[in-house]
């Protein structure tokens, strides 16, 4: 049902008080610059800010005996557009729900809202030396809530798992706008997996509100080498041997010559500007130091035998975090190359790296365009970020062609259009060229089962779900 | 009772299409865990085995899911891989549950190992799986990707799901460099085993699986301290810890103690995905 946005915005208003809502020029903005997606073309839409769980489930029951559609939203960062309204209705933001609501070192344990900042879940465990794993770059934003429903990744994840590794229970607000507990505590639970499938969902199943998540012990030794090689491919290669050597770094990270470049500009921190690629290798053990050194030790000899042309390693804390710099600072850096950009995300199995980059330098280029390469290499999780002039619609047309073969040759070798950016609105297409209509079925009928109606954030992950979104989204770029 | 042994997915979904109730065997080592199964049709796994694929340097297994694991070990071990789960060899081994038996079966069961703590389990471990859906409707889900969030994850249905929303076919595995050592013992264990396999496995909150497990099982269980996993030879009906959970082997309707609610959601998937109810009927009736 259509609605306009003012019977929306009083409508609300008759459930939250003024300062929880947003609306007007300022709630366009917001999504134009955070989304980092181009503006949509509709009127803004009213986003309603939360401050608990009984306010969501209030204002979900309100969408509901309205029909009007609700979709959650935490920092804004993903990189699908999951978080955007594409069918318009309300934007329930998860921002102001921020607490850690219990710490349980004794059982490794975290209890906190959604709309927390994931560093900050970290920042609460450091004084029982625990950790939150998943640590996406953009950790210092992106909420706990946008971490379950993306399945979030980070550097650190090859070793110790990908988000729904870590999250033991949920607070939630299903669809129909009824508080529902899932999980807790222990380990696991016995019936079948709903958190599994939950996480993941791109906030398509229900809001999430708070979350147990699992803490980890932090290591007792860190072993971090930076290696530079004279071009991509050696590093590629040496990615491949230490995976095959059984060695699972903490991280293994990926970073080629456009990126250094850009680096070196910005920031000034005396890379070996002749080098083709760098690779970031850290090795970290947990109960004995021995470990991580024999860790290390063998990832210097792969690397050496690669002809890498310089191997800096890191003695102090303060050495570490300057290996690290290029790796945090690098995407923020290119910035400064080109007007526009559009980070790909696809995964392949990882002894195809090689070919695979081989693939996408020779594809980019062939299109006359640059392509950086920055991404979390352990995992062949490869994120080409192909450089454009987005005024260009030319360039803006074979920016799209060169990303699709990029995916199309991961779904080939029995990767997958996304490692960690989701579906979202993006991907719908590639995602019914990864899975045939059967598989797709199947997603379906899950999400059904949890899930029966068609207002939380609908237009997202499912291509069923695509017929009913008007907007052409699917050919937009994120710039 | 008559026994059916498809030899391949589209086999296995043509014998779905009959419509008949069927229990799922593989070596059938966990017949005792659940309720039994109401069926005189058996479907066996014992003719889809066989390594599909097994890529040593991208440390991923395709499997059909009848294959015994010990199959599996030994050509895993060749390339000194393995799939972590503790070799069964001393009476302490034993209350590592339910091994050995198939692949599917591994899957299916999802029960904790005494390295949970150390290899996150099973859960972690299943990159994809081939599903003979009840309707005889062949899916996939998950990749060969040790990373995917394409959709959703789907695979998360089938796992520890015991066979009854879906045949699991085939499965791809993420496997492991075998370590120069297999970690320190996490295991406080009171009593004598002699090999009793455990018939009760529970999990608590780790701080209160001590006292749970003393005043509950106090002659013989063994705890993992960190998972807060307790396994018990009993044959005596107790209740669940407080916010945990507890299996029970052969104890017919009262074998499972979910933490509440949710259930209808449960019953949705089972609905949804089975709706006759064909697959394993009755194996988790204590549940929905
Ligand atoms: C510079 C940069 C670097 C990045 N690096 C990484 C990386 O290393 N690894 C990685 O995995 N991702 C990365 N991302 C992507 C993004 O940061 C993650 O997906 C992150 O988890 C999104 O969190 P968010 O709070 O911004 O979620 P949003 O963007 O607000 O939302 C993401 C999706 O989750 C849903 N959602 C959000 N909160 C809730 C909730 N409480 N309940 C239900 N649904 C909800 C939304 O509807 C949407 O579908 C990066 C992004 C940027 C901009």
Same mark, same amino acid.
């Given at each position: 049902?259509?609605?306009?946005?003012?019977?929306?915005?009083?409508?609300?208003?008759?459930?939250?008080?003024?300062?929880?809502?947003?609306?007007?020029? =300022?709630?366009?903005?917001?999504?134009?610059?955070?989304?980092?997606?181009?503006?949509?073309?509709?009127?803004?839409?009213?986003?309603?800010?939360?401050?608990?769980?009984?306010?969501?489930?209030?204002?979900?029951?309100?969408?509901?005996?309205?029909?009007?559609?609700?979709?959650?939203?935490?920092?804004?960062?993903?990189?699908?557009?999951? =978080?955007?309204?594409?069918?318009?209705?309300?934007?329930?933001?998860?921002?102001?729900?921020?607490?850690?609501?219990?710490?349980? +070192?004794?059982?490794?344990?975290?209890?906190?809202?959604?709309?927390?900042?994931?560093?900050?879940?970290?920042?609460?465990?450091?004084?029982?030396?625990?950790?939150? =794993?998943?640590?996406?770059?953009?950790?210092?934003?992106?909420?706990?809530?946008?971490?379950?429903?993306?399945?979030?990744?980070?550097?650190?994840?090859?070793?110790?798992?990908?988000?729904?590794?870590?999250?033991?229970?949920?607070?939630?607000?299903?669809?129909?706008?009824?508080?529902?507990?899932?999980?807790?505590?222990?380990?696991?639970?016995?019936?079948?997996?709903?958190?599994?499938?939950?996480?993941?969902?791109?906030?398509?199943?229900?809001?999430?509100?708070?979350?147990?998540?699992?803490?980890?012990?932090?290591?007792?030794?860190?072993?971090?080498?930076?290696?530079?090689?004279?071009?991509?491919?050696?590093?590629?290669?040496?990615?491949?041997?230490?995976?095959?050597?059984?060695?699972?770094?903490?991280?293994?990270?990926?970073?080629?010559?456009?990126?250094?470049?850009?680096?070196?500009?910005?920031?000034?921190?005396?890379?070996?500007?002749?080098?083709?690629?760098?690779?970031?290798?850290?090795?970290?053990?947990?109960?004995?130091?021995?470990?991580?050194?024999?860790?290390?030790?063998?990832?210097?000899?792969?690397?050496?035998?690669?002809?890498?042309?310089?191997?800096?390693?890191?003695?102090?804390?303060?050495?570490?975090?300057?290996?690290?710099?290029?790796?945090?600072?690098?995407?923020?850096?290119?910035?400064?190359?080109? +007007?526009?950009?559009?980070?790909?995300?696809?995964?392949?199995?990882?002894?195809?790296?090689?070919?695979?980059?081989?693939?996408?330098?020779?594809?980019?280029?062939?299109?006359?365009?640059?392509?950086?390469?920055?991404?979390?290499?352990?995992?062949?999780?490869?994120?080409?970020?192909?450089?454009?002039?987005?005024?260009?619609?030319?360039?803006? =047309?074979?920016?799209?062609?060169?990303?699709?073969?990029?995916?199309?040759?991961?779904?080939?070798?029995?990767?997958?259009?996304?490692?960690?950016?989701?579906?979202?609105?993006?991907?719908?297409?590639?995602?019914?060229?990864?899975?045939?209509?059967?598989?797709?079925?199947?997603?379906?009928?899950?999400?059904?089962?949890?899930?029966?109606?068609?207002?939380?954030?609908?237009?997202?992950?499912?291509?069923?779900?695509?017929?009913?979104?008007?907007?052409?989204?699917?050919?937009?770029?994120?710039? | 009772? %008559?026994?059916?042994?498809?030899?391949?997915?589209?086999?296995?979904?043509?014998?779905?299409?009959?419509?008949?109730?069927?229990?799922?065997?593989?070596?059938?080592?966990? %017949?005792?865990?659940?309720?039994?199964?109401?069926?005189?049709?058996?479907?066996?796994?014992?003719?889809?085995?066989?390594?599909?694929?097994?890529?040593?340097?991208?440390?991923?297994?395709?499997?059909?899911?009848?294959?015994?694991?010990?199959?599996?070990?030994?050509?895993?071990?060749?390339?000194?891989?393995?799939?972590?789960?503790?070799?069964?060899?001393?009476?302490?081994?034993?209350?590592?549950?339910?091994?050995?038996?198939?692949?599917?079966?591994?899957?299916?069961?999802?029960?904790?190992? %005494?390295?949970?703590?150390?290899?996150?389990?099973?859960?972690?471990?299943?990159?994809?799986?081939?599903?003979?859906?009840?309707?005889?409707?062949?899916?996939?889900?998950?990749?060969?990707?040790?990373?995917?969030?394409?959709?959703?994850?789907?695979?998360?249905?089938?796992?520890?799901?015991?066979?009854?929303?879906?045949?699991?076919?085939?499965?791809?595995?993420?496997?492991?460099?075998?370590?120069?050592?297999?970690?320190?013992?996490?295991?406080?264990?009171?009593?004598?085993?002699?090999?009793?396999?455990?018939?009760?496995?529970?999990?608590?909150?780790?701080?209160?699986?001590?006292?749970?497990?003393?005043?509950?099982?106090?002659?013989?269980?063994?705890?993992?301290?960190?998972?807060?996993?307790?396994?018990?030879?009993?044959?005596?009906?107790?209740?669940?810890?407080?916010?945990?959970?507890?299996?029970?082997?052969?104890?017919?309707?009262?074998?499972?103690?979910?933490?509440?609610?949710?259930?209808?959601?449960?019953?949705?998937?089972? %609905?949804?995905?089975?709706?006759?109810?064909?697959?394993?009927?009755?194996?988790?009736?204590?549940?929905?």
């Amino acid at each position: 049902m259509i609605r306009s946005d003012e019977w929306l915005a009083q409508g609300l208003a008759s459930l939250l008080t003024e300062t929880q809502i947003m609306r007007g020029e =300022a709630g366009q903005m917001r999504f134009t610059i955070a989304m980092r997606t181009t503006p949509s073309k509709r009127n803004w839409t009213p986003s309603s800010f939360h401050c608990s769980t009984e306010e969501v489930a209030e204002v979900v029951k309100w969408c509901v005996k309205n029909e009007i559609p609700f979709t959650p939203r935490g920092a804004g960062t993903g990189l699908s557009g999951g =978080a955007l309204p594409a069918l318009g209705g309300v934007v329930v933001s998860l921002t102001r729900m921020r607490r850690i609501l219990q710490i349980d +070192p004794e059982n490794r344990a975290l209890l906190a809202e959604a709309g927390c900042p994931n560093i900050a879940l970290t920042k609460a465990a450091t004084p029982f030396g625990l950790h939150f =794993a998943p640590d996406p770059s953009s950790q210092t934003v992106c909420t706990l809530g946008g971490n379950v429903n993306e399945n979030s990744g980070g550097p650190h994840t090859l070793k110790y798992g990908v988000t729904t590794d870590h999250i033991l229970g949920l607070t939630m607000v299903d669809a129909a706008g009824e508080i529902r507990r899932l999980g807790g505590l222990t380990s696991s639970q016995p019936g079948y997996d709903l958190l599994g499938l939950i996480v993941g969902s791109e906030g398509t199943l229900g809001i999430i509100t708070e979350a147990w998540v699992r803490l980890t012990p932090n290591p007792i030794a860190i072993r971090t080498v930076l290696a530079a090689f004279p071009n991509p491919r050696l590093a590629t290669e040496t990615v491949s041997e230490i995976i095959a050597s059984g060695i699972v770094p903490a991280a293994m990270e990926f970073m080629d010559g456009t990126i250094l470049e850009a680096v070196e500009a910005a920031f000034h921190v005396g890379l070996p500007l002749d080098a083709g690629a760098l690779l970031l290798v850290e090795c970290d053990s947990l109960h004995n130091a021995g470990q991580a050194d024999n860790e290390i030790e063998t990832v210097v000899r792969i690397c050496r035998s690669n002809k890498a042309i310089e191997i800096r390693t890191a003695k102090t804390e303060d050495e570490r975090a300057k290996l690290w710099l290029a790796r945090k600072k690098g995407i923020g850096a290119i910035g400064r190359l080109s +007007p526009s950009m559009v980070t790909h995300d696809g995964v392949i199995p990882r002894s195809k790296l090689p070919e695979v980059l081989d693939f996408v330098y020779r594809t980019v280029s062939n299109e006359g365009l640059r392509v950086a390469n920055i991404f979390h290499a352990g995992d062949g999780n490869l994120h080409p970020i192909i450089l454009f002039d987005d005024r260009d619609s030319r360039q803006v =047309a074979k920016v799209v062609e060169a990303g699709e073969k990029i995916m199309r040759l991961c779904i080939e070798l029995g990767g997958s259009v996304t490692g960690e950016h989701g579906i979202g609105v993006e991907k719908i297409d590639l995602l019914g060229e990864m899975f045939s209509e059967a598989d797709l079925r199947l997603q379906e009928d899950i999400r059904r089962s949890i899930n029966p109606g068609d207002l939380c954030n609908p237009g997202k992950v499912l291509p069923t779900q695509k017929s009913c979104v008007e907007v052409k989204l699917r050919r937009r770029v994120a710039t | 009772m %008559r026994i059916e042994s498809p030899r391949s997915a589209s086999e296995a979904s043509e014998l779905l299409k009959h419509g008949e109730p069927l229990r799922i065997v593989g070596m059938d080592t966990k %017949r005792d865990f659940g309720s039994p199964v109401e069926s005189s049709t058996v479907l066996s796994m014992q003719n889809m085995t066989g390594i599909v694929e097994h890529s040593p340097q991208d440390l991923v297994a395709v499997v059909r899911a009848g294959t015994p694991l010990a199959d599996l070990q030994a050509e895993l071990d060749e390339h000194n891989q393995w799939l972590p789960i503790p070799p069964t060899k001393s009476p302490l081994d034993a209350v590592t549950a339910g091994f050995p038996g198939t692949v599917g079966g591994l899957v299916s069961a999802n029960l904790p190992t %005494r390295w949970d703590s150390w290899t996150r389990g099973v859960r972690y471990w299943v990159l994809g799986l081939t599903i003979v859906r009840a309707n005889g409707e062949i899916a996939k889900c998950g990749s060969k990707a040790v990373k995917n969030v394409a959709g959703y994850d789907a695979q998360k249905a089938f796992i520890g799901a015991w066979g009854t929303l879906g045949l699991i076919t085939e499965v791809v595995l993420r496997v492991y460099a075998k370590p120069s050592s297999t970690p320190e013992s996490n295991l406080i264990m009171a009593g004598d085993w002699d090999g009793v396999p455990p018939l009760a496995i529970a999990r608590a909150p780790i701080a209160d699986a001590l006292t749970y497990a003393q005043s509950t099982f106090p002659d013989r269980h063994v705890i993992d301290i960190v998972t807060g996993t307790i396994w018990a030879p009993t044959r005596t009906k107790v209740d669940a810890p407080e916010g945990g959970w507890a299996m029970f082997a052969g104890l017919g309707d009262k074998n499972w103690l979910p933490a509440k609610a949710n259930l209808d959601w449960m019953s949705n998937l089972k %609905r949804n995905l089975d709706p006759q109810n064909l697959l394993n009927p009755g194996k988790l009736d204590g549940l929905l």
